[in-house]
């Protein structure tokens, strides 16, 4: 039989960067064991599932790279299937229906909290003939939960988790209106789907307790488990939106790469010996249960930005261009074909000092400017009048010469021995007047890119003052 992981987010808001690395590791668990990753969307919350919602969950998981198999699975539509499995429970005796009011549960548990015992539904309908029913009140569908002994959870993360079922009630199947609870859906699905892996949040622990009594009541297989430590901040806590970027569409829009959050992803609860930097077929070649470690994970922004920059330096220029004109693009400015083929001939400058492609295009300001170009206030208070005179000298320098980097490069150091000049007292003006910014690539591949009559007329607006 094949291997079946699954990743099943409920669609009430974008893909979380928790939920992003289950999705991972299920991902990497099937390709390493050349099974079968599929997705399924569980959207049984009507009032809370959007169609904007479903739509960033497979748009991140696109980017992301995490391409699953066969057709997306929605849990709602498939509730009469669930429901059905919730009526062989009761005629095989395994379920019952329960009429108890709103009025009579909530006594129970207030009696309940006056006792100082835990809140759980008593079983007082569990044993009665069906000749109790109540005419006209529509029941829920309860299971007939085992009421002495233990359920165990063999977890290949957690290790052996067992769970008293003294403490886990009799729990509900079918609401009153006949929809199927969360905990009877996902059991029918995984079933159908195959699964043979469920990997995901420890916050699901509790949960995999009541849903193996589904199982075992149904006489299903056990999938195998591995619950993963959730996320936290830098500060030991769990993991919000005070930390920073939460969605993956986030760091999308903040310019990481898809590789880079693979890799990083990976790193957070998983590890291969001192390896940080693992390419994803290494992940894939490597991967496995035993290395998840059991303890939180902590994300670390600064972590994550040298990584990216690595990535980003192992990029080819053209990809890295193109993600740059996306951003561009997303900010009103106009791209074209010239503009790519100058970030793709001003890349290598520009990608040594950027960290994310927000960076990159923060970089590539100066091939985008008009002119007269808004200089930012370092630039400002470098052109003083002297340097202003020095950029006349420089502009003459460079009228006269082949546009070609070393032919400026020798010019213009030529120009700075004649004056008697440091060749950054030449440099930095320039700099500051073709780009409007004192760091940029360096100097004479920026006078390349935005070639003769561009760097002279820029270089001339500021020797102007």
């Known amino acids: 039989m094949s291997l079946v992981t699954r990743f099943a987010p409920s669609p009430t808001g974008f893909l979380h960067i928790g939920g992003a690395r289950t999705a991972l590791f299920n991902w990497l668990y099937a390709r390493r064991m050349k099974g079968v990753f599929r997705l399924r969307i569980e959207d049984t919350d009507r009032q809370r599932s959007t169609p904007e919602a479903i739509e960033a969950i497979l748009e991140g998981m696109q980017w992301l790279g995490l391409n699953w198999d066969d057709e997306v699975v929605y849990q709602f539509a498939r509730a009469e299937r669930h429901a059905e499995v919730a009526k062989q429970l009761v005629a095989k005796g395994l379920a019952y229906h329960c009429y108890a009011s709103p009025e009579e549960l909530e006594e129970m548990r207030e009696q309940q909290r006056k006792a100082g015992k835990p809140i759980r539904y008593d079983g007082r309908w569990r044993d009665k003939p069906a000749s109790d029913s109540r005419p006209n009140v529509p029941p829920v569908v309860r299971i007939k939960a085992p009421q002495s002994g233990e359920t165990v959870i063999a977890d290949k993360v957690q290790g052996e988790v067992r769970f008293s079922n003294e403490v886990l009630d009799d729990f509900i199947l079918l609401r009153s209106d006949g929809t199927p609870t969360y905990m009877l859906s996902v059991v029918v699905d995984d079933f159908d789907m195959g699964v043979t892996h469920i990997i995901r949040g420890d916050d699901h622990l509790t949960n995999a307790a009541r849903q193996r009594q589904i199982i075992d009541a149904m006489g299903w297989p056990a999938p195998t488990y591995a619950h993963l430590p959730l996320l936290h901040g830098e500060d030991g806590q769990k993991l919000s939106k005070r930390h920073g970027a939460l969605g993956i569409h986030e760091y999308k829009n903040l310019g990481y790469l898809p590789e880079t959050m693979r890799n990083y992803l990976l790193r957070l609860g998983w590890s291969h010996g001192d390896d940080e930097i693992i390419s994803t077929q290494q992940a894939i070649e490597w991967f496995n249960l035993d290395s998840i470690g059991q303890s939180p994970s902590r994300v670390d922004f600064k972590k994550l930005d040298n990584l990216n920059g690595h990535y980003m330096r192992q990029a080819s220029d053209a990809m890295l261009a193109d993600g740059t004109m996306a951003l561009l693009k997303a900010k009103g400015i106009a791209v074209t074909s010239d503009l790519h083929t100058k970030l793709v001939e001003a890349m290598p400058g520009l990608k040594e000092r950027a960290k994310t492609l927000v960076e990159l295009a923060d970089g590539a300001y100066f091939l985008t400017a008009k002119r007269?170009?808004?200089?930012?206030?370092?630039?400002?208070?470098?052109?003083?009048?002297?340097?202003?005179?020095?950029?006349?000298?420089?502009?003459?320098?460079?009228?006269?010469?082949?546009?070609?980097?070393?032919?400026?490069?020798?010019?213009?150091?030529?120009?700075?021995?004649?004056?008697?000049?440091?060749?950054?007292a030449v440099a930095q003006p320039l700099r500051a007047a073709l780009t409007g910014r004192t760091t940029s690539p360096g100097i004479f591949d920026v006078l390349v890119v935005l070639g003769r009559a561009e760097s002279l007329g820029r270089i001339g607006d500021q020797a102007a003052g």
Do not use: N
């Open 372 to 424: 007269p170009l808004e200089l930012d206030d370092k630039a400002k208070k470098l052109l003083t009048p002297e340097a202003r005179a020095i950029l006349r000298g420089a502009g003459k320098a460079l009228e006269a010469t082949d546009w070609s980097a070393q032919a400026l490069d020798e010019a213009t150091r030529a120009y700075a021995e004649q004056s008697a000049l440091k060749l950054g």
